[in-house]
T-cell receptor
């Protein structure tokens, strides 16, 4: 059974600081997704990482994937208040020819002024 | 980009009644759609996979007779919560698979059963 673990689950940071969210998964997969969720809203796609060593950056967020270590990171650079949200990683689970996303528990990020 | 429309965004219903939630892919055809449930401060839990023209595949522990899924066309999947009870109150989110690696999410439906 595919398990996806995120840490930390809660993160409170000061504006301007850097931090990394980690996402570990338990079985082989080459596809990892990062999403952002604001309170009361649905998911917003941030990154899709499709191969080992993939690195993608958008603004103050950078995501990477190490399929050998079964680890993805979401790095936050010089955080600003607008980044406050819950961040989920998700991994494709291929079962019997059908694919499904398995989500981590999410990391609630609060950026304080 | 791909857009998935989900309606209604909020619904309040009385206990014992049924509620239908629609999920439409607006600019692409989705042979596979997914239905998730999210309780407050928790992650998304997959309820079922909806396949166009065939029966939905439910995850373990999800009552098939309570959560009826219909995927009658390549752009529409519906979730009907039958005989709703307060414990069914939750945030329901649909997702459509576009291409090989794309998942697009609807805006979600906040269901409150009173």
């Amino acid at each position: 059974e595919l398990k996806v673990e995120q840490n930390p689950l809660f993160l409170s940071m000061q504006e301007g600081k850097n931090y990394t969210i980690y996402c570990n998964y338990s079985t082989t997969s080459d596809r990892l997704y990062w999403y952002r969720q604001d309170p009361g809203k649905s998911l917003e796609s941030l990154f899709v990482l499709l191969s080992n060593g993939a690195v993608k950056q958008e603004g103050r967020l950078m995501a990477s994937l190490d399929t050998k270590a079964r680890l993805s990171t979401l790095h936050i650079t010089a955080a600003v208040h607008d980044l406050s949200a819950t961040y989920f990683c998700a991994v494709d689970r291929d079962q019997g020819g059908s694919e499904k996303l398995v989500f981590g528990k999410g990391t609630k990020l609060t950026v304080n002024p | 980009g791909a857009v998935v429309s989900q309606h209604p965004s909020r619904v309040i219903c009385k206990s014992g009644t049924s509620v239908k939630i629609e999920c439409r892919s607006l600019d692409f055809q989705a042979t596979t759609m997914f239905w998730y449930r999210q309780f407050p401060k928790q992650s998304l839990m997959l309820m079922a996979t909806s396949n166009e023209g065939s029966k939905a595949t439910y995850e373990q522990g999800v009552e098939k007779d309570k959560f009826l899924i219909n995927h009658a066309s390549l752009t529409l999947s519906t979730l009907t919560v039958t005989s709703a009870h307060p414990e069914d109150s939750s945030f329901y989110i649909c997702s459509a698979q576009e291409g090989r690696y794309g998942y697009t999410f609807g805006s979600g439906t906040r269901l409150t059963v009173v």
